[in-house]
Structure formats: C-alpha cells, structure tokens
C-alpha cells in the first residue's frame, strides 16, 4: 500500500485528518525526498512536499506523486506555507512530531493554523513504526552499505602498524568507503587506540599506534540513505594475557548475543545471555549493545536492559557488546544484523579473531 494513505490511516485511528513530517529521514522515507529543509504534510485532498528554490527541482525529481511547494515563492515564510497547505490539503486536525519540533516552530505553526481554526496535535513514531520491519529494497540497501564498509575496513588493514596516526588510519577508512560507493560516511569515525579504546564514543585525534595497543574501529557507510554499523577490534604486536582474556570474552558474548536474535525475542534477551558470562567484567560491559539501524543510525528496537520491543521478520539491527576498562583499554565487535524467521543473518562479514597485526 501507498506509505501516504498508510499513514492516513493510522492518523485517522487517532482522531487526526493529516499529518506533517518535518525529521529528514521520516520525510525521506515517506516521500523520496533525499535532502535536507523538506517537509511533508498529508491529507483527505492530497500529499505536499513543502521546500525552498534551492531544493525545488530535486524535489520534483525524487517525489513525483506529491505537489511541490516552494514556500520562498508562494508564502515567503515556512510556517504560513504549512497553513496554507493545510487548508488545501483539507485537514483540521493536524498531527506532528513532537520529538521533532522545536517550541519556537510549533508556537510559529500553531499561531497560524488555529487563525484558520485547525488544530495542531502533538504525535510520536508514526512514521518509524512504518519503518520497523524493511522492506526488500531497504535490505538491498543495507546490504550494499555493509559490503562497502567490509572492502574498506579489509583495504584498511595494512596500513594498520606503529607509527601511524589514528587520523591518517580514519581518513584512508572513510576514503575507501567513498572509493567503493557509499554516498558518504554512515556517521562519525570512531578510531582509536590504546588506553582511548575505553572511551566508547573516542575521538581519532593525532595520537600515534603503538606496540601493545588495541585498535578499535567503529564505522559505516551511506548507501542510497542507508547506514550501516560495524566494529572490529584489532591488536599491533603481541596481546598479553588480559588482552587475550578480554577479546575473548567479547568474541564470546558477541556469539551468544547472535544466538539470541531471531523474529519474536525481546530486545532484552541478549543482554540477559550476555551478562551471564561475563563474571567480574560485567561492571565494565555497557548495556546499550544493540540498536535498529536503517535511513538513521540509531533506530528502534533498542537492545539492553531498557530495550521493550520485540525482534521483527527483517529487522536490521546491531549486535555490538563491549567492555571498556578506563585507564586500560576496550574491546567491542559489531555487526549489523538482519533479523530472520528463525535466527539472523550478519550482513557485516569482516572476521572477528583476534587479529593480531604486525
Ligand atoms: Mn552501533
């Protein structure tokens, strides 16, 4: 079914008669509109991409079944525009994401629409339980994303030894993904060494990799919108003991957070597996180790111990445990993961043995 009266629908169950999308890959999604500064509104008596000159003619483009608005020409202001369009549109009730807008648009937007007596109704994820479960083309996409990110992270290996900074290290990563076709990088490059590798969301900054040091590489590609998310953790030189015991053990409840994906498990079963195993580690695991990942990189289902919803036939989703020891180092492995009848397929592919690089 056509994704606009979808919507309509589930609007219409809500006592609503249209809705306006304004978070860029909400608007992406339902409507085609690849960029930024566009919004949809939906109602009874049509579908309009509201922009501006400079996106006009790639709105046309990408969203041919929708009317396109430009607001610079027609009503010289975004908010009079939606309210104009409401009023074509046929809708009196207007739902809109609350999550999505700043106080300072809806105070603009509603001032303007009750004048013309309709109303402004606050709603959340009606558009991202559409987008829960992908469709074939999505995973198509996604597939491609994470080929990308597999070759680049494969091409990036050798470069890997003492001496190198972990800048150089992140821009030969992100200009191997665009070599191979992504769009752009999936999100900021986390790539770290040493003692930083504890530091969940580091920073690649102009620190050199040294004899002993983890490599950890936490990345993904852009392909036609979609992101994909992986982590691999890499040693320079011999591993001593608790390098090994600490890898090991992530490599471990990887596998057992994999073994616990699969269409009907809720998103808090492979934190419970994983927790099992991890003995006096456990204060140094994070709990958030898995999310949905798709036009954004952190979607519903979030895995963990707050995670409530239920794995989905075609769910794409991340499995990335970790422990992270501060002062010391961390290790986290992660793929991106498409949910199955039965279980799950990784659609990341680089190995997870150690790898130890000389
Ligand atoms: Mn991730």
């Given amino acids: 079914m056509d994704k606009a009266k979808k919507i309509l629908e589930i609007v219409q169950e809500k006592g609503l008669d249209g ?10 999604y339902v409507t085609g509109y690849p960029d930024e500064c566009g919004y949809a509104i939906i109602g009874p008596n049509g579908k309009y991409l509201l922009t501006d000159s400079r996106f006009t003619e790639l709105a046309e483009k990408s969203c041919p079944d929708y009317k396109i608005v430009n607001w610079h020409l027609t009503s010289r202001s975004l908010p009079k525009a939606i309210a104009n369009t409401c009023i074509e549109a046929g809708i009196k009730k207007l739902g809109f994401e609350e999550c999505f807008t700043t106080f300072d648009k809806y105070t603009q937007i509603n001032s303007l629409l009750s004048e013309s007596g309709i109303e402004l109704v606050p709603t959340q994820n009606v558009i991202e339980t559409l987008r829960y479960v992908k469709s074939d083309e999505e995973i198509e996409n996604l597939r491609i994303s994470c080929q990308i990110a597999d070759k680049a992270l494969e091409e990036l290996v050798p470069y890997i030894k003492p ?16 070599m191979h076709g992504a769009q752009d990088i999936g999100f900021e490059t986390i790539l770290i060494s040493g003692a930083k590798t504890s530091l969940l969301h580091g920073k690649p900054s102009d620190k050199k990799v040294e004899e002993g040091d983890f490599v950890l590489v936490d990345f993904g590609a852009k392909y036609n919108g979609y992101i994909s998310d992986m982590t691999r953790t890499f040693i320079v030189g011999e591993p001593n003991e608790k390098q090994k015991e600490v890898y090991e053990l992530v490599r471990k409840s990887q596998e057992i957070g994999l073994e616990n994906m699969k269409n009907g498990a809720h998103a808090k079963d492979p934190d419970a597996e994983i927790r099992k195993i991890l003995g006096d580690y456990e204060e140094f695991y994070y709990s958030g180790m898995g999310h949905g990942v798709g036009l954004d990189l952190h979607e519903e289902p979030f895995l963990g111990i707050n995670g409530s919803r239920i794995m989905e036939t075609n769910c794409v989703i991340t499995m990335e445990p970790g422990i992270y020891i501060p002062g010391w180092g961390g290790v986290r492995i992660e793929d991106t993961v498409l949910i199955t009848e039965n279980g799950m397929e990784t659609l990341t592919h680089f190995p997870k043995e150690l790898m130890i690089l000389k």
């Fill in 163 to 178: 001496g190198v900074t972990e800048r150089e290290l992140c821009a030969r990563l992100e200009f191997s993904m665009k």
């Fill in 19 to 28: 809705m306006y999308i304004s978070k860029e890959s909400n608007v992406n």
